[in-house]
């Protein structure tokens, strides 16, 4: 760590901690992390030495003595995966380690911790709905962007949409409107009923004309509603309909891809991609499982599989 990275906000992030655990810098306590899926981080500007190694060490704790299936949800007291604890379809093996990727980054002034890009359709025209929850180290005033590339069925079209800002220490929400007018994005459709076209967009803070920190999805522009069967208008409304047309679901329960937690982003999109081979649109997951990777629903979103979670 150099003097001038030590002059911004270090974070420490463990993406994936299984089960609990306490991390050390340079032998002192950073803190105490428990639960499976809560990434732990930390600030550590008062742990670490400047130009010189420093020593991180975590300490995992054992696994939760539980039961595979209590019988009553008031009686489970670990946010852990059931099925490690032993089900019909898997052994019983209490998986215990790090399965994301361990990072420190350094902030100016502030960090997105959450963002959520939504397509809306109002009166025949396509605008996005954007949210950007952040965290921000110091009061200060920043810009904050939103680079859409629409995917159309003249290529690739490029949007830009910006905000000033003011950042106050601590939590701060926003949010924007991105508008298109004239401009037609393609459809994200379901597998089997047309292409899964997605539109890139990254969004970023930038203070004082430096990019602080971005994050980038994909979004597929499509309506989504839910209809009566023929027939039944005193049933609930089951029929998935998109895009205006009626979806005959085809799906599948999806347990966990492995008794210990597969985060190999090859091997998600191979058995996501094998399952849309098998015709496959529309996928559950099983709630005694994991809460599944970025890399699953990014997959998803490529071959047209809609999620039950």
């Not at 359709?121 to 952040?134: C, D, H, I, S, T």
Request: proline share 4%; charged share 25%; with cysteine.
């Amino acid at each position: 760590v150099t003097e001038e990275q030590l002059q911004k906000t270090l974070k420490l992030c463990f993406g994936g901690i299984d089960y609990s655990a306490k991390i050390y810098i340079n032998g002192k306590l950073v803190g105490v992390h428990e639960g499976m899926y809560i990434p732990f981080e930390a600030i550590i500007n008062d742990f670490v030495k400047t130009d010189e190694e420093n020593t991180l060490v975590c300490v995992l704790e054992h696994a939760p003595i539980a039961d595979p299936q209590p019988g009553y949800t008031s009686k489970t007291r670990y946010l852990k995966a059931r099925f490690n604890y032993k089900w019909d379809f898997a052994a019983r093996v209490m998986d215990l380690g790090l399965y994301e990727d361990v990072t420190v980054t350094a902030y100016d002034a502030v960090t997105i911790l959450h963002s959520f890009a939504r397509p809306v359709l109002e009166n025949g025209q396509w605008k996005v709905a954007a949210q950007v929850e952040a965290e921000a180290f110091r009061d200060t005033e920043a810009v904050l962007t939103f680079d859409l590339e629409l995917n159309t069925a003249g290529g690739p079209v490029p949007v830009h949409a910006e905000k000033k800002v003011s950042l106050r220490k601590g939590f701060n929400d926003f949010e924007a409107e991105i508008t298109f007018e004239g401009e037609t994005p393609l459809l994200w459709w379901p597998n089997g009923y047309g292409a899964q076209a997605l539109s890139p967009i990254t969004i970023v803070f930038r203070i004082n004309g430096a990019v602080d920190d971005s994050v980038s999805h994909s979004i597929g522009f499509r309506t989504l509603e839910f209809i009566h069967a023929d027939g039944r208008e005193d049933a609930l409304k089951y029929n998935v309909v998109i895009n205006g047309k009626r979806i005959y679901l085809k799906g599948t329960n999806m347990v966990p891809l492995d008794c210990i937690h597969c985060v190999d982003e090859r091997e998600i999109d191979q058995r996501l991609k094998d399952v849309a081979e098998a015709n496959v649109n529309f996928l559950r997951i099983w709630g005694g499982g994991h809460l599944e990777s970025e890399a699953y629903y990014r997959a998803a979103d490529k071959y047209g599989l809609m999620i039950l979670q």
